[in-house]
C-alpha cells in the first residue's frame, strides 16, 4: 500500500504547497489519481487473495457514500468473484481429495465454473450414479483452493499481530475471526452445518415451504471439495439490481448506477450539512421522490407497481416493433387481428421478442421471506446459515 499512499500525499503537497491549487482543482487532480490507481488496487488485492478479497468485496457493497466513486466502481467486479483456477489444477485436487478419478466420479462435468470465490470456486456437474439402477445427480461441486490456509494463516496471524500493537481491546475479536475463518476452511464442518440448518427450519415449518436450503451429497464430502444438490434460480442481488434499475427509470434516471451515484452524493451533503431531520433529508429534487419521502412505505409500493407497469408496457412496444420490422420484412401484414394467421416460425418470433409475458420477481415478498427466516434462526434457534439458505422467488 505504500505506493499508494505516497502518491497521494506528494499530490496534496504538491497541488498545495507548490502549485496553490483552488479547491476544485485539487479535486481534479484527486479525481484522476483515483481513476488512474482503483484498479491497481483491485490487481494487488486479487494477487494478495484470501481475507483481502473479502473485504473488498464488503467495500464495493457498502462504499457508496463512503470511498470515492472510483474505488467502489473498480471493486464491483469483486462481487461476482474471483478469475478461475483451471480445469487442469481442479481436477487434481479433487482427484487427490476424494482418491477417485473424475471419470469414475462423474458423468459430467463443466470445466467453466459458475462461479470463483476468495478460497474456492464451484462447478456444475453430473454425479454418476453408485449402483446400476441409480439415476446420474446434478450437483454443484465446491472445490478449495490448495494454498488458501497457509494464506489465511498468514493473513490471520498478521491480523492479530497488528491488533495486539495497536488495538489490544480487540484481540478478542481478531481471535474469533480466526475461529471462524479456520472453520470455514473444512468443508466437512460446513456439511454438518447445512445438514443441522435444514433439519432446524423443517422443525421451524419454513423449510422447504419458504426456503429450500441445498442437500448435501454424502459421498462426495471431505476437506476441500463438497457436492450438494444443483438447485436453479437467480441471485439476491440480480434481483434487487433489476428493481433498482425499473425503479431509476420510473423516477427518471439513466439507470440504477445513475441513482444510486445520486443518492450517495445527497447523503454525503446530508452529512456534511449535520445529518439529523432538519438539515435537508435525502430529497432528490423530483416530484415523485419527494412523494415517496412524504407519504413513506405506501407511496414506495405505488411507486414499484407504477415501473412495474411501465417495464411492461415498454418491453410490449419494443416487441411490437421489433415483430412487425422484422414480419414485414417477410411481407406479411402486421395487423393484430392478423396475428393468428401467420406461420408458426413467426409465433415463436413473437415470444422470443419480448411480447411474451415477463416473469417478474416479488422482490417484497423475498426479503420479508429473508428478514422473516433470519429471524427465526437468529432471534428463536439459534442455528443459523447465511450461505445457504435460498430463497423461493415469487413469480
Not at 478469475?83 to 462435468?109: A, H, N
Not at 427518471?252 to 445513475?258: F, I, P, V, W
Not at 415463436?348 to 434462526?377: E, P
Amino acid at each position: 500500500m505504500t505506493p499508494f499512499i505516497l502518491k497521494y500525499k506528494w499530490l496534496k503537497i504538491k497541488a498545495e504547497k507548490i502549485d496553490h491549487c483552488t479547491p476544485d482543482e485539487l479535486e481534479v487532480r484527486l479525481n484522476m489519481l483515483r481513476t488512474e490507481q482503483a484498479p491497481k488496487l483491485v490487481d494487488l488485492i486479487i494477487r494478495m487473495g484470501g481475507i483481502y478479497v473479502k473485504l473488498g468485496q464488503v467495500m464495493s457493497t457498502i462504499g457508496q457514500g463512503l470511498l470515492p466513486q472510483q474505488y467502489v466502481d473498480a471493486l464491483q467486479p469483486l462481487q461476482d468473484g474471483m478469475p478461475p483456477r483451471d480445469y487442469k489444477q481442479v481436477s487434481q485436487i479433487i482427484e487427490k481429495s476424494t482418491g477417485r478419478t473424475m471419470g469414475e466420479l462423474f458423468v459430467d462435468f463443466d470445466i467453466m465454473p459458475i462461479g470463483a470465490a476468495s478460497i474456492a470456486q464451484v462447478h456444475k456437474a453430473t454425479l454418476r450414479p453408485q449402483t446400476e439402477e441409480g439415476r446420474p445427480i446434478p450437483v454443484v461441486v465446491k472445490v478449495q483452493y490448495p494454498e488458501v490456509a497457509e494464506m489465511f494463516e498468514a493473513d490471520l496471524s498478521n491480523l492479530e499481530l497488528a491488533t495486539r500493537l495497536f488495538a489490544p481491546e480487540n484481540i478478542d475479536i481478531a481471535k474469533a475471526m480466526r475461529k471462524r475463518h479456520e472453520n470455514e476452511l473444512d468443508f466437512r464442518l460446513e456439511a454438518k452445518n447445512m445438514k443441522d440448518c435444514t433439519r432446524d427450519m423443517q422443525q421451524h415449518g419454513v423449510e422447504p415451504s419458504l426456503v429450500r436450503i441445498p442437500r448435501v451429497i454424502e459421498a462426495l464430502c471431505t476437506r476441500d471439495v463438497l457436492a450438494m444438490e444443483y438447485l436453479q434460480g437467480i441471485s439476491l442481488s440480480d434481483a434487487i439490481q433489476e428493481e433498482q434499475h425499473s425503479l431509476a427509470k420510473a423516477l427518471g434516471k439513466k439507470d440504477g448506477d445513475e441513482l444510486k451515484k445520486v443518492l450517495a452524493g445527497r447523503m454525503r451533503e446530508h452529512f456534511e450539512n449535520g445529518g439529523g431531520a432538519g438539515s435537508g433529508g435525502l430529497m432528490l429534487g423530483s416530484k415523485k421522490m419527494k412523494l415517496v419521502n412524504v407519504f413513506g412505505p405506501s407511496a414506495a409500493a405505488s411507486l414499484r407497481l407504477y415501473a412495474s407497469l411501465r417495464d411492461s408496457i415498454e418491453n410490449m412496444v419494443i416487441g411490437a416493433v421489433k415483430v412487425g420490422s422484422q414480419i414485414q420484412n417477410r411481407g406479411i401484414g402486421t395487423n393484430l387481428a392478423q396475428m393468428p394467421l401467420i406461420s408458426k416460425d413467426d409465433r415463436s418470433l413473437i415470444a422470443d421478442s419480448g411480447m411474451k409475458k415477463k416473469r417478474k420477481i416479488n422482490l417484497g415478498r423475498a426479503l420479508k421471506t429473508l428478514v422473516h427466516v433470519s429471524g427465526i434462526q437468529l432471534m428463536i434457534s439459534g442455528v443459523y446459515n447465511a450461505d445457504v439458505s435460498i430463497l423461493y422467488v415469487s413469480l
